[in-house]
Each structure stands twice: as C-alpha cells, then as structure tokens.
C-alpha cells in the first residue's frame, strides 16, 4: 500500500462507521477519485485527501452534509499541486474553498492555485459557480468540461460572455443534460455551436471543442459551412447525442477568414491500465 500512486474508491450506500480512511497513509499518492452515493459521514474523507499534499488529479463527487464543516478543510495550501480536478457544483460548501475563499480576490486566488489547469465540472445548474469559482482561472485553464443540468438557467448571453474569458483553453467540452422531450433542433443546434465559437474567437490556443446533448439532432457537415469567427488554431469539433458521436475537422481560409467543416475518423484516445479521467473525452492524442 505504501507504493500506491493511484486510489479509485466507489462506496455505495454508505453506512457510517463501516469504513474510515481518515488515518490511510499513501505517501507516493498523486491521484485520487472518490465517489459517494450519499453523505460520507464517519469516511475521513476530507482529512485522507488533506493529507496527501502530492495530489496532482484530484476527482470527488458526494452528497454534501447539510452542516458541512466550517472552515471547510479545503484550503488551498493544503493540496496545493491539483492541476487537475473534477468535482460536482453541488460539493461547492465543502470543496469550493479549495478554489476560492469568500471574499479572496480574483488575483489571490491565482496566486494560491498556480497549478490548475484542468477543470471538469458537473451537475452545473447555475452560473453562480462558474462565475464565482472558475473564472478567476480563465488565463491558466488548459481544458474545461462542463456538464449542465439545466439548459435554460445556464446557457444564455452571459454563459457566452463568461466563455470569452478563458483565454488559455486547448480544449472545451460541453455536455447537457435535457430532458428527452426538449429536443434540440438543428437551428437551435447550429445557433449554441456558433456562439460558442464566436465567443472563443480570440482563444488563439483551442485545439478542440465537444459537445453532449443526448437528444438533441445531429448535425452535417452542410450545417457547418461558413463558420465565422473561429478560433484560428481550432483542429476538431464533436458532436454527440443518443445515435453516438460525429467529429468533424475544421477547414480553416485564411483569406475569407472563415471555415468549415469536414466529417472525420479519429482514433480513440489510448487506453492505459491506470483509470485516468483525463484521458476521457479528449483528442490531446492527435494534437502537435
């Protein structure tokens, strides 16, 4: 146990007192995923993951207490190596302080976290976390996943506007999670798309974007013609729903500024023996 570098933990109706990792000491450990179907009390979890300042990739998702602890553990100096972390906003009493304190600056809070650069986030239901949590980070996040649960409260005017921020990014994803009766037609479709892409114009770094919506419409590569703006190093566009998933290449003028897009075969990201998210959803594999 002592050469552990990797923990993947996944407790289902837990009850307290069965098992406590609170005293588990993992010195080589730099990646951890735990997930709870409901509320860990008694698990140690927040002192565990405390203790293991080496942390690197940092993945947790639980049902937040309805007292959680104040101050939250989570202090930024306590696992200040995260580069890249996954979380549910609905953990943000207890795990949000990682990110940012009430009342720290946008400026401290970078300076606190210099490391982050991967941020997958889900059960978005608001925009009340991205605004406050995640967009002091807007010109170091490398990648960006974001899973809404709900459309309407999230994607509007200031979702895109918030987007224009992250001016670091080489990848974005964003999964939503509708309703099978809100079908999201192809005009609708092809609109959020656009506007994703005008909103990340001047993010000269964006290799890739995917997009989620399981019962949205497809789309074609005719649906793609004309795109403008463009972020001008963007390589690949995925599109997915319930039939499965369309990746088109994105066929850059240089003259009319504009571009289009080109359905393509890509190979799937290589898969190791050791469970890494990171690894999910992604075409870093076919990057320069």
């Not at 709870?36 to 698990?43: A, F, H, V, Y």
């Not at 639980?62 to 100096?77: G, H, K, Q």
Request: with cysteine; glycine share 4%; aromatic share 10%.
């Amino acid at each position: 146990m002592s050469r552990l570098t990797n923990l993947v933990l996944s407790f289902r109706n837990f009850q307290a007192g069965v098992f406590d990792i609170r005293n588990l000491q993992l010195p080589l450990l730099i990646a951890c995923d735990i997930t709870c179907d409901s509320e860990p009390l008694g698990l140690g979890l927040t002192e565990f993951v405390k203790n293991h300042s080496g942390l690197f990739r940092l993945h947790l998702s639980f049902i937040e207490s309805v007292t959680p602890e104040f101050p939250s553990p989570f202090l930024p100096e306590k696992i200040s190596k995260i580069q890249n972390l996954k979380l549910s906003a609905d953990n943000s009493l207890t795990i949000g302080t990682w990110l940012r304190e009430w009342g720290e600056s946008t400026e401290e809070a970078r300076v606190w976290r210099p490391q982050l650069e991967h941020f997958s986030i889900g059960k978005l239901r608001s925009l009340a976390f991205l605004d406050y949590y995640v967009k002091p980070f807007g010109a170091q996040l490398r990648r960006l996943d974001l899973e809404i649960r709900n459309e309407g409260a999230v994607i509007n005017d200031d979702f895109y506007n918030l987007l224009t921020l992250f001016t670091a990014l080489i990848e974005l994803s964003i999964t939503t999670n509708a309703p099978p009766s809100s079908t999201m037609l192809v005009i609708q479709a092809s609109s959020h798309l656009r506007k994703t892409l005008r909103a990340c114009k001047d993010c000269t770094s964006l290799r890739a974007m995917h997009f989620y919506d399981k019962p949205a419409q497809s789309l074609e590569p005719y649906h793609l013609k004309n795109l403008h703006p463009v972020p001008p190093s963007l390589q690949f566009i995925s599109w997915g729903n319930w039939r499965g998933t369309t990746t088109f290449r994105i066929i850059h003028d240089r003259v009319s500024r504009k571009a289009r897009a080109e359905e393509c075969e890509v190979p799937p990201h290589p898969t190791g023996i050791i469970y890494d998210w990171t690894s999910e959803n992604t075409f870093r594999h076919l990057f320069d």
